[in-house]
């Protein structure tokens, strides 16, 4: 299943009038509705094994985070100057900076976010938010990318400048990748399922 684009680019909307149009959009219950690059998106659910994968790293991030850190799975990022409000598979970030009317949060208060790719979404994750959760200055960004060209591949990123990551570590499925400090977590590839 793929996604639905409303463009709304052909009209001279500021951020607030995308986020008034993104709030007012009557999706499907269940699916997600982001704004990427000033298009509102909406997506279906993601598969099972989509789900699988983010549970499990969200299982090991609980036990390596700080008490004061959550792991959301539905929260709305907002990057204004990229006119772009991203809802990560996962983002680990301050309990207290995410607590506040409304539904955006700024992605800054991010500590670290993760996407897994799916068929329709996988250049999206790759590109449009890396470069979204780059220049909003979020330390690492995990992507977990079911669908790479390669092969399935699992990409740690940091060390954000401008709307560039460095990309610190990369790993095919079945392999271990670390997330360094404040996480000092190995996450096992393996675990993951492949197709």
Known sequence: MSALTVDHSSYDYGWDDVVRIWEETDAPEGCKVEIIEGIITVSPTPSARHNNI??????????????EWGVYQTQ?????????????????APLAEVDGPGHLVPAAVGELVVEVTSPSNASTDRITKAAGYAEAG?????????HAPGGPTVTLYGEPKGDVYRVLRAVPFGEKIHLPAPFDLTLDTAEFPVT
């Open 54 to 67: 983010a549970y499990r790293v969200l299982r090991r991030l609980t036990v390596a985070i700080p008490e």
């Open 76 to 92: 709305s990022v907002a990057i204004p100057t990229r006119m772009s409000a991203f809802v990560p598979d996962l983002l680990v």
């Open 138 to 146: 979020v330390p690492l960004y995990l992507l977990i990318d079911r």
